[in-house]
């Protein structure tokens, strides 16, 4: 789902073939349809948000029944307790994406960036998600690689959009299928508009020290199909296949904006029945640090 409709959008074309409003009017309808749709997003997030607490406190009350501390249950009453949790959980990630995708939308997305260790950030990310995992007889691996260094990155994040690729796996992938993890330093020479020309083929530069991570999660499952690669990042989409799937379309989105926010890409390389390969690129020199020596490099001018 785009953030305008299409229709407006078009709206707006002039018959010269380029685009945006076409009169003071046409422009007037679209600022006040850009206003109407963040109201709607910030009344829509207020509503979710008011939604947490009691959930908290209901999936609060679920374990402690679970743990048996307030007396002996029979199997049918853990059976319904787990139900119960898994459902309460399944709900809890609903409003989470929600209201990341409303801050995300409204632009309102902070991003603070800090010099760490990306393998730590990683294996947490594991450990949280490797129960999970077993409770679905699906393998999870992943090993850290000395070769990448520490360097300045958001790890709260990365961490998000770290488990919303694994969860996009866990969904997809079988039971007994396996998951793979994977980072590695990476050169990413990206073209610019202060020089569109390349002097000679990509390929062949002499290029030697990587200037971000690359960060991979490949699964097993059954695949997307190429003509879908770009239409997954899209907000609320889902495959005609996944019907059945639990989820609203919003965590590749989600992941996207974040990896956008970094100054990074995401895209994924896939074919049906021989499962996906989600990666991402991540800067060693994020676009905070970038602006900033830009402002002090204009300063001592």
Not at 54 to 80: H, M, T
Not at 114 to 119: L, M
Not at 184 to 202: D, H
Request: aromatic share 8%; net charge neutral.
């Amino acid at each position: 789902m785009s953030s305008i409709p299409a229709k407006e959008v078009s709206a707006g074309e002039v018959s010269n073939g380029s685009k945006g409003p076409s009169s003071a009017t046409d422009s007037q309808e679209y600022s006040q349809l850009r206003e109407r749709y963040q109201r709607t997003t910030n009344a829509l997030a207020s509503a979710a948000h008011d939604l947490k607490t009691p959930l908290a406190i209901l999936n609060g009350y679920v374990e402690l029944l679970q743990s048996e501390k307030l007396g002996d249950l029979n199997d049918r009453q853990r059976e319904v307790l787990r139900d119960m949790r898994s459902n309460g959980q399944r709900l809890q990630r609903y409003i989470q994406d929600f209201l990341s995708f409303s801050v995300l939308e409204t632009g309102q997305l902070k991003m603070r960036f800090e010099t760490a260790n990306i393998n730590d950030c990683l294996s947490e990310v594991c450990r949280l998600w490797s129960p999970r995992f077993g409770e679905k007889g699906l393998a999870l691996y992943f090993l850290a690689n000395e070769r990448v260094i520490e360097f300045p990155f958001d790890a709260p994040k990365l961490e998000r959009i770290v488990s919303n690729l694994l969860e996009n796996a866990y969904k997809f992938t079988p039971p007994g299928g396996t998951v793979w993890l994977h980072a590695e330093p990476y050169i990413w020479e990206r073209r610019t508009s202060a020089n569109p020309t390349v002097p000679q083929e990509r390929r062949r530069r002499p290029l030697s020290t990587p200037n971000s991570v690359k960060i991979s999660v490949s699964d097993t499952g059954p695949g997307v199909p190429a003509e879908y690669h770009l239409e997954i990042f899209d907000d609320f989409f889902r495959l005609p296949s996944s019907d059945k799937t639990e989820g609203m379309g919003l965590g590749l989105a989600i992941a996207r904006r974040l990896v956008s926010g970094m100054g990074g890409k995401l895209w994924v390389e896939s074919e049906p029945g021989a499962g996906c390969k989600f990666s991402f690129i991540v800067p060693m020199k994020p676009p905070v640090a970038e602006s900033e020596s830009k402002k002090s490099e204009g300063k001592g001018k």
